[in-house]
């Protein structure tokens, strides 16, 4: 995963990720929210992009995705 990805591409790649996400402060489920990337939303809500980037890589790696 990387922060050019939109929430929806991350998503698809494992719904569990949406539980970092919110945890970062994105709505992860909101229709017009998911075709941002990460970036995009990073910015909008003021987030540490690559942190997040960092947890939800984890994350896949842990769950073998």
Not at 33 to 56: C, F, K, P, R
């Amino acid at each position: 995963v990387d922060k050019k990805m939109t929430i929806r591409e991350v998503l698809a790649m494992d719904p569990g990720t949406a539980r970092i996400m919110m945890s970062f402060g994105l709505l992860a489920s909101a229709a017009r929210t998911t075709a941002e990337s990460l970036e995009e939303a990073g910015m909008v809500h003021g987030i540490n992009v690559d942190e997040m980037v960092d947890q939800i890589n984890q994350y896949l790696a842990e769950n073998g995705k």
